[in-house]
């Protein structure tokens, strides 16, 4: 999906994934469920093609560092209180602020939603509160009043991309275990599966079964998620099956000597690039 477009208003950034409501993406990490404040929860990771200035309004209970900017600047009017669905009671929009933002730096950008009655539309830019205030720390204004240094401003830089990679960490850790815990209980190809096989999958986590099970390699679900660039990659999951050991126990009921086997498994998920 091309910048600049009906879809994407401008060129100053690049998009690096593109989220739509299906998705598990970062902003279900991050604190404050802000996926919900854009539009079908649909929305861009983006990072500046170079140095971006971004605008923001503020005023009352709203500071001048806060999480959601525009790429433009905007006046704090009526107009714009009902595309940006800003609640008189957050913010009495009467300041302007600005924030260079940097190459790198990843931007939430998408359109906004609907706030009580004010039903949004327009376009905005989210900057998790950590990424906004070690960017305040660095903006020309403040270095003039601290003096310029080269090495403060390095190791702001340093923060910034330590914070990012600890966020996509995590999103990236949950990405999986979510992934793999809907295809256990929920895969696209489980019922496909034999009765004995499937039992073993969605078991209570002992892994055992009282007849044979066939060890191999089982595809569970099939599946989509965003990569780089806005398009999307087809995966699948399986579950490697492999056997530990058997447990034999014979004992008597009545007259007749029971004798009874419990087959143990392990079972390792597999995520893989189709």
Same mark, same amino acid.
């Given at each position: 999906?091309?910048a %600049?477009?009906?879809d994407f208003?401008?060129?100053n950034?690049k998009?690096?994934?593109k989220?739509?409501?299906?998705?598990?993406g970062p902003?279900n990490?991050i604190q404050g469920?802000h996926y919900q404040n854009f539009? /079908?929860?649909?929305?861009?990771?983006? &990072?500046?093609?170079?140095?971006?200035?971004?605008h923001?309004l503020h /005023?009352?209970?709203? /500071?001048?560092y806060g999480?959601?900017?525009t790429? $433009?600047?905007r006046? @704090?009017?009526?107009g714009?209180?009902?595309? #940006?669905?800003v609640? !008189?009671?957050?913010n009495s929009l009467?300041?302007a602020?600005?924030?260079i933002?940097p190459? %790198?730096?990843?931007m939430?950008e /998408?359109k906004?939603?609907k706030?009580?009655?004010?039903l949004g @539309?327009g376009?905005?830019?989210f900057? *998790?509160?950590e990424?906004?205030?070690?960017?305040? $720390?660095?903006?020309?204004h403040k270095m003039?009043?601290?003096?310029?240094?080269?090495?403060?401003i390095?190791?702001?830089i340093?923060?910034?991309?330590t #914070?990012q990679?600890?966020?996509m960490?995590?999103y990236?850790?949950k990405?999986?275990?979510?992934? +793999?815990?809907?295809?256990? !209980?929920?895969g696209?190809?489980?019922w496909?599966?034999p009765?004995?096989i499937r039992?073993?999958v969605q %078991?209570?986590g002992?892994?055992?079964s009282d @007849?044979k099970v066939? &060890?191999g390699?089982y595809?569970?679900?099939?599946?989509s998620?965003p990569? *780089?660039g %806005? @398009?999307r990659?087809?995966?699948?999951?399986?579950v490697k099956i492999?056997?530990v050991r058997?447990?034999?126990? &014979?004992y008597q009921?009545?007259?007749t000597?029971? &004798? +009874?086997?419990t087959?143990?498994?392990?079972?390792?998920? +597999?995520?893989r690039?189709?």
């Amino acid at each position: 999906m091309a910048a %600049g477009s009906n879809d994407f208003p401008h060129n100053n950034a690049k998009i690096l994934y593109k989220y739509t409501p299906h998705d598990f993406g970062p902003l279900n990490v991050i604190q404050g469920d802000h996926y919900q404040n854009f539009i /079908g929860g649909i929305y861009y990771v983006t &990072t500046p093609r170079e140095k971006m200035v971004l605008h923001r309004l503020h /005023g009352g209970k709203a /500071g001048e560092y806060g999480q959601y900017w525009t790429h $433009e600047p905007r006046k @704090g009017n009526e107009g714009y209180r009902w595309d #940006a669905a800003v609640l !008189q009671q957050w913010n009495s929009l009467d300041k302007a602020a600005t924030l260079i933002v940097p190459e %790198g730096v990843n931007m939430y950008e /998408g359109k906004v939603s609907k706030q009580a009655h004010y039903l949004g @539309g327009g376009w905005q830019i989210f900057i *998790p509160r950590e990424i906004v205030n070690l960017l305040a $720390e660095i903006q020309p204004h403040k270095m003039a009043e601290r003096g310029y240094n080269e090495t403060f401003i390095k190791q702001k830089i340093h923060e910034i991309n330590t #914070a990012q990679q600890k966020i996509m960490q995590e999103y990236n850790d949950k990405l999986t275990k979510r992934i +793999e815990q809907r295809a256990l !209980q929920h895969g696209s190809e489980l019922w496909n599966l034999p009765p004995e096989i499937r039992k073993v999958v969605q %078991g209570d986590g002992s892994n055992k079964s009282d @007849g044979k099970v066939k &060890t191999g390699s089982y595809v569970v679900h099939r599946d989509s998620i965003p990569v *780089p660039g %806005g @398009g999307r990659k087809n995966i699948s999951v399986s579950v490697k099956i492999e056997f530990v050991r058997s447990d034999t126990r &014979t004992y008597q009921s009545g007259k007749t000597i029971i &004798t +009874e086997t419990t087959n143990y498994y392990n079972r390792i998920t +597999e995520i893989r690039e189709t």
